[in-house]
């Protein structure tokens, strides 16, 4: 088994190599084997000056989130500041990623090159904590006050060539040969002196000498995004220290923020997050080594908004994909919008327009089966009927070859069903994206009966190369993140007729971390929507038909959301604002009066409940089934797709820590007692708060 970290001399350079895959964290072993290479290097007259680097696919991807909070060897409290202060230039050499620690390391080495494709950052908010290793003392003596909030707040990774504009990185070398390049370097400053340390640097600290305002400023941007969490602002307290403060002193304000913070409800709820994301893609009898297909060029049926928004994701990171429509108008149309998207997105600064080109170019029309055959995979991603999907897919079995994998992108429907017209069951599965699918990160895998093993492997490898979140799970009505979502829309409903309104509901969710309201996003999407949905369902499926009657008779009012200016709320022009209107309230209880329903005040604790605990029942109900294979893959999916505050860790984790299973239980038993229909308790949840047991458990 090779070092942890290892030492050899080029010539008079000295190469220190961390060796801790996959990423090189600073695990245990690590701080200690740098600082002894380093050591080594210093003790040595004929070495002058050292660099230090990364083995395998990355530079230092930051600190090992599993010992977060554990306490560090002398050694590890230190290193970096002594590397600082040597009398021989380091150079870090960096490839693939310095995050965190191993930005916040880079920064204490006197000189930093990156090849092109490197990415650096100090993403620690996203964790719920601050950089603790110097972070928000050194980088705003280095790029500045103002952009080290920006950066630090939003926790971004950099490109290198924007690292290199901003001064984080003082060249950039030849992507295949970092090693020999950084080498070359350090020969070239092996004689500079002063050495240039980041940590006696002053100059730019100046600016917010001549804006005092600005870190008032900072907390005032980031209040909508941040609202109900602490690190984003401890992060500008912190940066706002490096200006206040010497460096000693301004690291140990860090060190007593970053204290704080770690032993924060906050932080244990974004590191769960962490975790679960990672766990979601893994199927328990799917082993890891199981043969993916490398998929190297897409087809989608469908230049709709969902069609066109996956052919996107696809081209978004270079794979070719062939975009098939039934006739050349809707096709031509489909695909002008998927250019004014890109062109959207430019213009907004999210995307370099010289690209638009490019993603277009990797985008092809088709309007027969016969031009999308030659694909690795293709996707369904045409309107929710269950006939229609069948009749393409007996149509793709014939035009795919062989090795495809045929999936759809359908919400709710059965994957079996599809499967089954074909002679290929085993290359069948669902790829439920989220709209818009080039924005929404999760992406939700559905694994039919037949579904093999190779075909899951292959699925959840593109969707981590389309960089989504993937969660995989087994076949039913809704899957997993639907399913558990129905019961929280029929809720959000019946609250209204019971005697809340929309703007009560909304603000309730809204101040629990939402980004919007759920009528708001109703309104947002258009209720002409779900009105047309509700239509065909109650045809086809009666007897699973729920009926919404308010939201009916507010689009037969032609209030039809954003778009015409009033659905649940009031919209002025060129305002996306919400405003209350008395005439919903007035439609709402005409309705309710019309279904026999006494009104009544509802507290906001109820709203909260009872949206959320009615979909912990229906998650409970798919872990016994099986359909879900942890109650971390609900939260993962949950927030990735429904805008669940990241912070609070999903929904079952809430109820885990905000309420517990015994609490979730009675409630579940008194609301069934009231109300019936979906509040009858899963099993799970007794046997669960029996046992003295948590969600977690399962």
């Known amino acids: 088994m090779p070092e942890l970290v290892s030492y050899k001399k080029h010539g008079a350079i000295g190469v220190i190599t961390v060796n801790n895959p996959p990423v090189n964290a600073l695990s245990p072993g690590v701080p200690e084997g740098i600082y002894e290479s380093l050591l080594k290097g210093l003790s040595d007259p004929a070495v002058k000056a050292m660099v230090l680097t990364g083995g395998g696919r990355s530079f230092i991807a930051g600190a090992d989130i599993k010992h977060l909070g554990q306490q560090k060897s002398p050694v590890a409290m230190k290193w970096r500041d002594e590397m600082e202060r040597m009398e ?33 950052g100090l993403p620690e908010v996203l964790i719920g904590i601050l950089p603790g290793g110097g972070g928000t003392q050194r980088l705003p003596r280095l790029v500045g006050p103002k952009t080290a909030m920006e950066l630090i707040v939003s926790g971004r990774h950099v490109p290198a060539p924007e690292a290199k504009a901003l001064g984080i990185v003082d060249e950039i070398v030849p992507e295949n040969d970092l090693v020999g390049a950084a080498v070359a370097f350090a020969e070239k400053i092996s004689g500079v002196r002063p050495l240039p340390r980041v940590g006696d640097k002053s100059d730019k600290l100046a600016e917010a000498k001549a804006d005092p305002g600005m870190f008032d400023a900072m907390r005032k941007k980031i209040e909508r995004r941040a609202r109900n969490q602490v690190a984003p602002y401890r992060c500008i307290d912190a940066v706002e220290a490096a200006v206040s403060l010497p460096l000693e002193k301004g690291l140990a304000h860090e060190r007593a923020l970053f204290d704080e913070l770690r032993q924060g409800e906050e932080t244990g709820a974004l590191k769960y997050v962490f975790y679960a994301e990672r ?78 080109s490019k993603r277009m170019a990797l985008i092809t029309p088709a309007l027969s089966y016969e031009e999308v055959g030659d694909t690795d995979i293709v996707i369904e991603a045409v309107f929710e ?51 818009p699918a080039n924005v929404m990160k999760l992406l939700e895998i559905v694994r039919g009966e037949k579904t093999g093993k190779e075909t899951i492997a292959t699925a959840v490898k593109l969707g981590k190369r389309l960089e989504k979140v993937v969660g995989v799970c087994g076949n039913c009505d809704g899957f997993l993140a639907n399913r558990t979502r129905i019961p929280f829309k029929i809720e959000m409903m019946a609250l209204v007729e019971e005697g809340s309104l929309p703007e009560q509901v909304d603000k309730v969710m809204y101040d629990f971390g939402y980004p919007m309201g759920p009528f708001a996003v ?35 009012a032609g209030r039809l959301g954003q778009k015409s200016g009033a659905g649940y709320f009031l919209y002025k022009e060129g305002d996306r604002t919400p405003y209350p209107d008395p005439e919903v309230a007035e439609i709402i209880q005409s309705v309710s009066r019309q279904m026999g329903v ?35 893959d609900v939260d993962a999916m949950w927030i990735n797709g429904f805008g669940f505050p990241r912070y609070r860790g999903g929904l079952m984790y809430w109820a885990d820590h905000t309420l517990g299973v015994p609490k979730v239980r009675d409630t579940l038993h008194e609301w069934y007692g009231k109300y019936g229909g979906h509040w009858k308790p899963a099993k799970l949840i007794d046997d669960l708060a029996n046992a003295g047991k948590a969600f977690s458990d399962v």
């Open 385 to 435: 009927n269950l006939d229609v999907k069948k009749e393409i897919f007996k149509k793709l079995d014939k035009a795919m070859k062989a090795d495809a994998v045929l999936a759809s992108n359908t919400s709710t429907l059965d994957i079996d069903a599809m499967a089954a017209v074909t002679s290929r069951p085993a290359q069948v599965l669902g790829t439920h994206f989220f709209s």
């Open 522 to 556: 109703g309104d947002l999407a258009g209720l002409d929507i779900s009105y047309a949905t509700r239509q065909r369902r109650a045809k086809e499926d009666p007897a699973n038909f729920r009926a919404d009657p308010i939201s009916d008779a507010l689009v037969e």
């Open 279 to 356: 766990e979601a893609a893994k199927v328990p009898d799917v082993p890891r080594e199981t043969k993916a297909q490398d998929i190297r060029s897409a087809a989608v049926i469908g230049a709709g908004t969902m069609g066109g928004g996956i052919a996107m994701c696809f081209a978004n990171v270079g794979i070719p994909v062939k975009v098939l429509e039934r006739d050349k108008e809707t096709l031509d149309k489909g695909l002008a919008k998927v250019k004014r998207n890109y062109e959207i997105s430019a213009k907004r600064g999210s995307m370099d327009p010289a690209d638009i």
């Open 88 to 120: 021989k230039p380091v150079v870090a050499a960096i490839h693939g990623f310095a995050l965190g620690g191993g930005l916040e390391s880079a920064l204490c080495c006197h000189y930093r090159v990156a090849v092109p494709s490197a990415k650096v």
């Open 598 to 632: 006494k009104r009544r005040a509802i507290g906001d604790e109820e709203v909260l409940h009872r949206l959320l605990l009615s979909s912990v029942n229906e998650a409970a109900k798919i872990l016994e089934e099986g359909i879900a294979y942890r109650s971390s």
